[in-house]
């Protein structure tokens, strides 16, 4: 896709930050986790600094949804990307899937992590995103819950504005939503979010066309 006809557009940039060790073992059944080493967490902070620092980005701003348990276990790392002025939200206590948990839980698990959260870190925590986007844009019991804690929401699709609109307009939660675009690469069926496990799978360019298609759709391109 040719680029110089797109107009610059701001991106905002987003981290989930989950110990994947801890959540797979938690999966299993077995409370036999290993410890990440946090000189590597350290390193891969430093990468994501490094590159903003390499592209002239050093004074943007990243939001890190962040584990509830990734925080206690790693609880200086967490402060060190507050204390860089980079904002802290929430990505559940545990990277439990929201659909699986009942308004209920959700209302009493987020509360938790929120505390921890702003405890640790010495911040606000104003937002929320559903671990692996676990809450369809229909389920308003479960959003309901999410807003009772949170101030805004990153963790459903749309593909173009239009379609974000009508949902707003018809939502009955007062919610704000920041949506990561879904986008049809090559079919119709090939559906494409922007970052992700699609920047480890295929290549960038298919990321990157995914971001000019929500520029396109009105959109505004939130990567993860």
């Known amino acids: 896709m040719n680029t110089a006809k797109h107009k610059k557009q701001s991106i905002h940039y987003t981290v989930d930050l989950e110990d994947f060790s801890f959540d797979l073992c938690r999966a299993l059944g077995t409370t036999n986790v290993p410890a990440l080493r946090e000189e590597s967490l350290r390193k891969s902070y430093q990468n994501i600094t490094d590159l903003l620092t390499d592209h002239n980005l050093s004074a943007a701003k990243i939001t890190f949804f962040c584990t509830g348990v990734m925080a206690e276990r790693y609880p200086d790392l967490v402060r060190a990307i507050a204390q860089d002025g ?15 948990m009942s308004p209920e839980e959700i209302y009493t698990s987020l509360k938790i992590a929120k505390r ?25 019991e479960r959003l309901d819950a999410i807003s009772q804690v949170f101030d805004y929401d990153s963790s459903l699709h749309f593909g173009n504005g239009k379609e974000l609109q009508e949902w707003l307009e018809n939502c ?3 919610l704000r939503e920041f949506p990561v675009p879904e986008q ?19 290549p960038v360019s298919v990321v990157k066309n995914a971001i ?13």
Do not use: W
């Open 116 to 140: 921890k959260l702003g405890e640790i870190s010495n911040t606000e925590i104003r937002g929320f995103r559903a671990p692996r986007f676990s809450v369809d844009k229909y389920d308003y």
């Open 184 to 202: 049809t690469i090559f079919s119709s069926k090939f559906k494409v979010k922007i970052g992700g496990s699609y920047l480890k799978l295929f």
């Open 212 to 224: 000019y298609k929500a520029i396109e759709n009105n959109l505004t391109p939130i990567l993860y």
């Open 172 to 174: 009955p939660i007062q």
């Open 86 to 100: 980079h904002e802290i939200a929430c990505h559940g206590n545990f990277h439990d899937d929201i659909f699986r």
